[in-house]
């Protein structure tokens, strides 16, 4: 009886490791760390581009972004159909947003140019959640989320190494004393619906980590968007079949739309 009970446990820990491992790859799996797509996705830069091709200083973006975040994110009733929002409080947020942070900085990624190759804002720097805007949500056995931040990502960029070199990204760290692997496989989606946005790519991901001697996998439909100074990020994920497409179509149009009017 010790033993499986003994052996449970290590089967949950496992499954705890399994999932803060993928969020730390860009894929929602839980509520504490959907809000970590932002904070985990590593790299913006002091100067961006806008679509006209103006270039925009860190002091001009930060003028134009005039709304917090966290008022542009979409509310528990905004949220489409099939979607059940799951409150997060912010203080336990934050500590998963720290630790998730921590353990990516001291992660190996091969090839190693995709740690900033997918970088939406600096995994580098300490975030406080206060300053993101998030909704998440459970879908069946799989999860949605919504993070909206004040800073320009560079779509184009993330596109390029989403179609090359990061394409197929593998990625080793230590997880709670335990060492975990993950490979990610990545591909842009060409019919991504029609919004308001200055710039957007879709993904679908399919990650698979092992830990312990446990595998896992997860398939997710992944939207990045630059929405005037906002990076608007959303995800659908399930953990046993393949995502609900028509659902984060609406999710991601409804996101990008309330940015986008302010």
Do not use: W
């Not at 630790?99 to 939406?120: F, K, Y």
């Not at 990061?166 to 335990?178: I, L, N, Y």
Request: proline letters at 3%; charged letters at 15%.
């Amino acid at each position: 009886m010790l033993g499986h009970a003994q052996r449970a446990q290590d089967l949950q820990k496992s499954g705890e490791i399994m999932t803060k491992l993928i969020r730390l790859t860009g894929v929602a799996t839980t509520a504490l760390a959907a809000a970590a797509l932002v904070a985990g996705c590593g790299g913006g830069s002091a100067e961006t581009t806008d679509h006209s091709g103006h270039s925009a200083t860190a002091a001009e973006t930060a003028a134009a972004a005039a709304k917090p975040a966290k008022d542009l994110a979409l509310t528990a009733a905004e949220l489409p159909a099939g979607i059940t929002a799951v409150p997060v409080g912010q203080a336990q947020l934050q500590q998963s947003v720290d630790q998730l942070s921590g353990a990516a900085n001291g992660a190996t990624i091969t090839p190693a140019s995709c740690g900033s190759g997918t970088a939406v804002v600096d995994a580098a720097k300490n975030l406080n959640v206060s300053q993101l805007g998030m909704a998440v949500g459970t879908v069946g056995t799989g999860v949605a989320s919504e993070s909206v931040i004040a800073q320009k990502p560079d779509v184009a960029k993330l596109r390029d190494s989403y179609r090359g070199a990061c394409k197929s990204v593998t990625a080793e760290m230590s997880v709670q004393g335990q060492k975990v692997r993950t490979q990610m496989e990545t591909t842009v989606v060409s019919d991504a619906p029609k919004t308001p946005a200055d710039d957007l790519v879709v993904i679908e991901q399919t990650a698979t980590s092992q830990v312990a001697g446990q595998s896992t996998k997860q398939r997710s439909v992944v939207g990045i968007a630059r929405v005037g100074s906002y990076a608007v990020s959303v995800v659908v994920m399930s953990m046993d079949s393949t995502p609900d497409r028509a659902l984060f179509d609406k999710l991601l149009v409804a996101s990008i739309d309330k940015v986008a009017k302010g």
